[in-house]
């Protein structure tokens, strides 16, 4: 039972905590994207989740249940095969769907880049720490995915206003030389 009320707390904390730093970032994106920009990003991360859906996030239950039921010979390698293939498969037909019928050069930009994060989603292990119970790397990993994510939007807007604020003071820079 310690175990249980552990994980569970464990879960409560960390995944208020990450819903809390993605509700941050989609109140800072929308304060500093025009309305289509913000749409786009939009419209990535919806293609991206049906992607995630379709490539392997039916694997990780599959993989829960199996890993919390005992099985593991060489069962977490073939889990990982299979999730790269599909993942592949899906990043294929959503990169080739896109290219033929999104006329937008800066929004098929958006869905092939966020597409590509299905790479990296192939080798969270996440479903096989649920299965063992053992869910404080799950937890704590949403969470610094979360505030890793706020904090690159952090600094990649600040660069962007640094640079701007330079443009401008050497443009002001140079009208006020002549």
Not at 36 to 58: E, P, R, V
Not at 123 to 131: A, E, N, S
Request: proline letters at 1%; glycine letters at 6%; a positive charge.
């Amino acid at each position: 039972m310690k175990n249980l009320t552990k994980n569970f707390l464990l879960l409560i904390i960390t995944e208020g905590g990450s819903r809390l730093f993605g509700f941050f970032t989609t109140i800072y994106l929308a304060r500093n994207l025009s309305v289509s920009d913000f749409g786009i990003i939009n419209i990535g991360i919806t293609i991206f989740a049906y992607a995630l859906l379709f490539g392997s996030q039916w694997l990780n239950i599959y993989g829960t249940h199996r890993v919390a039921a005992g099985s593991l010979n060489n069962f977490v390698k073939g889990i990982l095969h299979t999730k790269i293939i599909l993942s592949f498969l899906v990043l294929i037909i959503i990169n080739l769907f896109a290219y033929f019928f999104i006329s937008n050069l800066e929004t098929y930009n958006v869905v092939f880049l966020f597409t590509l994060s299905i790479i990296p989603n192939i080798f969270f292990l996440d479903w096989f720490f649920q299965g063992k119970e053992n869910l404080f790397p799950v937890s704590v990993g949403k969470l610094i995915v979360s505030s890793v994510y706020l904090f690159f939007l952090f600094i990649l807007f600040s660069i962007y206003y640094f640079c701007y604020v330079m443009l401008v003071l050497l443009v002001l820079q140079i009208a006020f030389i002549r």
